[in-house]
């Protein structure tokens, strides 16, 4: 399984957009790019995932350069709720297990 | 929306007791998963499951964790003899077949042992 390095955190404020970026150098051909999100004490939450190019969906786009080596979730005019830890995960979702290994993820704080 | 739900949502064993952590994966998904979280800790992954059987574990799930779909529905997790270490979160987690379909969490089991 691929491994994911992305910042350990991150802040902004409030209607600005926020780009965390992931580096997944050993990725492997039959692997995708998935990102979820958790809030304390609650379970993953799927937000976007993708193989190449760029991929968007009503709550972020996902950038995936031709190389596949990193990748970038965008999320558009941030709000506190927004406030969370964003996880990115490549893996072979074929086969019979398809698990996902979780990184340390991005601690997001959106401020007012 | 269809989503995987999760008994009971917290559940405190005295050591050494057996527990028993029950999910019901969404019901047309076929591969279902047990991960657990420490607290402030990231989220690890257990063990995995499809047609009945173990497709793959981790180092964590040892003899004293097994897994087991009694009926059409339900997934469980059993922890025999508990330990202190053994408090964490506890996330059930599905997914559909073929290339590229995502997972879909539970909200969690907090297992506290005393």
């Known amino acids: 399984l691929a491994k994911t390095t992305q910042p350990i955190s991150m802040d902004s404020y409030e209607g600005q957009e926020v780009n965390i970026t992931c580096s997944h150098n050993?990725?492997?051909?039959?692997?995708?790019i998935t990102w979820y999100q958790q809030f304390p004490s609650q379970g993953p939450r799927f937000i976007i995932q993708?193989?190449?190019t760029k991929v968007t969906n009503e709550v972020a786009s996902l950038f995936i350069p031709a190389d596949r080596k990193s990748s970038t979730l965008s999320l558009p005019r941030v709000s506190l709720s927004d406030t969370a830890v964003y996880y990115c995960?490549?893996?072979?979702?074929?086969?019979?297990?398809?698990?996902?290994?979780f990184g340390q993820g991005t601690t997001l704080q959106v401020k007012p | 929306e269809p989503e995987v739900t999760q008994t009971p949502s917290h559940q405190v064993t005295q050591m050494g007791q057996e527990v028993i952590l029950r999910c019901v994966p969404i019901?047309?998904?076929?591969?279902f998963y047990w991960y657990r979280q420490i607290l402030g800790q990231k989220v690890e992954f257990l063990v995995s499951f499809y047609n009945n059987e173990i497709s793959e574990k981790s180092e964590i799930f040892d003899d004293q964790f097994s897994v087991e779909r009694p009926d059409g529905s339900n997934f469980t997790l059993k922890i025999r003899s508990t330990k202190l270490e053994d408090s964490a979160m506890y996330f059930c987690?599905?997914?559909?077949?073929?290339?590229?379909?995502?997972?879909?969490f539970g909200q969690g089991t907090r297992l506290t042992v005393v």
């Open positions: 993708g193989y190449k």
């Open positions: 987690a599905s997914r559909l077949t073929g290339r590229g379909t995502e997972a879909f």
């Open positions: 050993n990725i492997a051909t039959n692997d995708y």
């Open positions: 019901s047309n998904h076929l591969y």
């Open positions: 995960l490549v893996g072979d979702l074929s086969g019979n297990t398809g698990k996902l290994i």
